[in-house]
Nanobody, 115 residues
Framework: QVQLVESGGGLVQAGGSLRLSCAAS????????MGWYRQAPGKQRELVAR???????NYADSVKGRFTISRDNAKNTVTLQMNSLKPEDTAVYYC?????????WGQGTQVTVSS
């Protein structure tokens, strides 16, 4: 069974917007936090944003003011609204869910921002 499924990636022009969504399987027990990471070619994977079950959020400095993470606990989903996109945002974006016993990862969705 797929634990996390991302959607919403695609190609967008600089200054545009995309919305990424991630759905967690109900089989994942007691998710404490969900987040988004990204990895660009030749670079390490980095945290973009995360949100706790209580609604607390953290953002990478590079995306503050442009990206917004939100969560629907009842549906076990997390959304990343990305505005004012820049070419340097181009990467594969991965959804992550931190549960009691392990951390789960999605398969990734490609985001490409053209200039």
């Amino acid at each position: 069974q797929v634990q996390l499924v991302e959607s919403g990636g695609g190609l967008v022009q600089a200054g545009g917007s995309l919305r990424l969504s991630c759905a967690a399987s109900s089989s994942i027990f007691s998710i404490n936090a969900m987040g988004w990471y990204r990895q660009a070619p030749g670079k390490q994977r980095e945290l973009v944003a995360r949100i706790t079950s209580s609604g607390g959020t953290n953002y990478a400095d590079s995306v503050k003011g442009r990206f917004t993470i939100s969560r629907d606990n009842a549906k076990n989903t997390v959304t990343l609204q990305m505005n004012s996109l820049k070419p340097e945002d181009t990467a594969v974006y991965y959804c992550s869910a931190v549960a009691v016993f392990t951390t789960y990862w999605g398969q990734g969705t490609q985001v490409t921002v053209s200039s």
